[in-house]
């Protein structure tokens, strides 16, 4: 399965931004979706994922109640809902795919490539 994302920016502090992440190839509905980031000089980290059924999701602490995971199987596309935006949230955003909503949350088989969100104090 191929991954695209995008819908990065450059906002201040409180903005929200919606990434999506658009995937073909094989069925999309086969595979458990998630978000990863990078910060500079940091390890890359989960933030959220979705089970294959849109029902279960799954949210790192630290973004818990402000980003919203959610995936569209007719468009075969996964969001991330980003609210109340924190420079800390600062960091490359990456979508992965893998069968396994486990596996999906700790080391994906597909990766997209990064979109860059930048959030100014």
């Known amino acids: 399965v191929q991954l695209q994302a995008s819908g990065g920016g450059l906002v201040q502090a409180g903005a929200s931004l919606r990434l999506s992440c658009a995937a073909s190839?094989?069925?999309?509905?086969?595979?458990?979706m998630g978000w990863f980031r990078q910060a500079p000089g940091k390890e890359r980290e989960f933030v959220a994922a979705?089970?294959?059924?849109?029902?279960?999701?799954y949210h790192a602490d630290s973004v818990k109640g402000r980003f919203t995971i959610s995936r569209d199987n007719a468009k075969n596309t996964v969001y991330l809902q980003m609210n109340t935006l924190k420079p800390e949230d600062t960091a490359v955003y990456y979508c992965a795919a893998d069968e396994s909503i486990v596996v999906v949350r700790t080391a994906p088989q597909y990766w997209g490539q990064g979109t860059q969100v930048t959030v100014s104090s």
């Open positions: 979705t089970s294959r059924a849109i029902g279960r999701t």
């Open positions: 190839g094989r069925s999309f509905s086969n595979y458990a």
